[in-house]
T-cell receptor, first 112, second 115 residues
Framework: QKEVEQDPGPLSVPEGAIVSLNCTYS??????FMWYRQYSRKGPELLMY????GNKEDGRFTAQVDKSSKYISLFIRDSQPSDSATYLC????????????FGAGTTVTVRA | DTEVTQTPKHLVMGMTNKKSLKCEQH?????MYWYKQKAKKPPELMFV???????INESVPSRFSPECPNSSLLNLHLHALQPEDSALYLC??????????????FGPGTRLTVL
C-alpha cells in the first residue's frame, strides 16, 4: 500500500462547477500538508500549505485536513478552464523534513 | 511568477555528452532540491542541499553530480546519461531547518532528452 493515495482521475467538470480533490494517507505522523498545481510540461506551483487539522481558504481554493480520518481535500469553487491541470497533494511529518510524500496526482479538465 | 529559475528550458544530449543544468532562487531559502519527474508521475527526489551541504542523496547514479556553489545557486552536472534518464528535471527550494515551514517552491523545470 502506498503511503499517500490520490485518485488519478481524470476528472472532467463544466465551467463554474466545484472541483473536489482528495488524498488519503497511512502515516499518522504527517502534520504538514500541501497542494500543488502543475500545468502540462511546467513545474508544480504551490497552492495551499496547511498544518494539522482544519480548513484554510484562499480565494476560490479551500483546503481541508481531517487527521482523525487521515484524509485531506482541496475544493475549487467556480472552476475555470484555466484550472485545467494536474493537482498533487504532498505531506510530511515535521517542518524540518526535506522529503515530501506525494500523491500520484489528479488530472482535472474544466470544460468551457 | 516563480522565484526559482532554471536553465536551459530544454536540453537534448547524446549519451557521451557532458552538460549542466542550472538553478537559481531569490527567496533567501537555505535548502535546495533536485527532482526528476517522468510523465504522469509525481516528482521523485534526487538530492537535497541544506546550507550548501549535501544532506540527501537518494541513491542516484554517479552520472548525475550535484553542486551548490552558494546559497542561491544549484547545478546538476550530467555525464554519460542513458535514454531512460530523459525526463523533466525540477529544482526546488525551501526555508532551512528550524524555520518552522517546509513548503517547497519549484522552478519551471528543464526538459531533458537523451538520445
Amino acid at each position: 500500500q502506498k503511503e499517500v493515495e490520490q485518485d488519478p482521475g481524470p476528472l472532467s467538470v463544466p465551467e463554474g462547477a466545484i472541483v473536489s480533490l482528495n488524498c488519503t494517507y497511512s502515516n499518522s505522523a504527517f502534520q504538514y500538508f500541501m497542494w500543488y498545481r502543475q500545468y502540462s510540461r511546467k513545474g508544480p506551483e504551490l497552492l495551499m500549505y496547511t498544518y494539522s487539522s482544519g480548513n484554510k481558504e484562499d480565494g476560490r481554493f479551500t483546503a481541508q485536513v481531517d487527521k482523525s480520518s487521515k484524509y485531506i481535500s482541496l475544493f475549487i469553487r467556480d472552476s475555470q478552464p484555466s484550472d485545467s491541470a494536474t493537482y498533487l497533494c504532498a505531506m510530511s511529518a515535521g517542518s524540518n523534513d526535506y522529503k515530501l510524500s506525494f500523491g500520484a496526482g489528479t488530472t482535472v479538465t474544466v470544460r468551457a | 511568477d516563480t522565484e526559482v529559475t532554471q536553465t536551459p528550458k530544454h536540453l537534448v544530449m547524446g549519451m557521451t555528452n557532458k552538460k549542466s543544468l542550472k538553478c537559481e532562487q531569490h527567496m533567501g531559502h537555505r535548502a535546495m532540491y533536485w527532482y526528476k519527474q517522468k510523465a504522469k508521475k509525481p516528482p521523485e527526489l534526487m538530492f537535497v542541499y541544506s546550507y550548501e551541504k549535501l544532506s540527501i542523496n537518494e541513491s542516484v547514479p554517479s552520472r548525475f553530480s550535484p553542486e551548490c556553489p552558494n546559497s542561491s545557486l544549484l547545478n546538476l552536472h550530467l555525464h554519460a546519461l542513458q535514454p531512460e534518464d530523459s525526463a523533466l528535471y525540477l529544482c526546488a527550494s525551501s526555508q532551512g531547518p528550524g524555520e518552522g515551514r517546509n513548503e517547497q517552491f519549484f522552478g519551471p523545470g528543464t526538459r531533458l532528452t537523451v538520445l
